[in-house]
């Protein structure tokens, strides 16, 4: 059984910066596309990040430029490096995994719990 777990969520300032970490246990997922997605209070679940198994990283018009995914290998965590944030940034960011990037991005196989990221102006 596959599990993502998240860990790097909490509050931080207006201008300030977090980490997210995606950890994959139960199951081997490294020919998996890997990503993040968030919901706001009030919006829909949206797509923030990608990143494959070989390392092309695809992010929305939203935080380019302002976020960074990354992995060291396909066998890593999966990080968001969040860059000066915005209260508008605020919402419950997901890990998810997919068989590809149109996978993930139209229906993951798997979602991690979720973790807040509240931000302050």
């Known amino acids: 059984q596959v599990q993502l777990v998240e860990s790097g969520g909490g509050l931080v300032q207006a201008g300030g910066s977090l980490r997210l970490s995606c950890a994959v246990s139960g199951r081997t997922l490294g020919l998996y596309a890997m990503g993040w997605f968030r919901q706001a209070p009030g919006k829909e679940r949206e797509f923030v990040a990608a990143i494959t198994s070989s390392g092309n990283t695809y992010y929305a018009d939203s935080v380019k430029g302002q976020f960074t995914i990354s992995r060291d290998n396909a066998k890593s965590p999966v990080y968001l490096q969040m860059n000066s944030l915005k209260p508008e940034d605020t919402a419950v960011y997901y890990c998810?995994?997919?068989?590809?990037?149109?996978?993930?991005?139209?229906?993951?196989?798997?979602w991690g719990q979720g973790t807040q990221v509240t931000v302050s102006s």
């Open positions: 998810a995994a997919g068989t590809s990037t149109v996978a993930l991005r139209t229906g993951p196989q798997y």
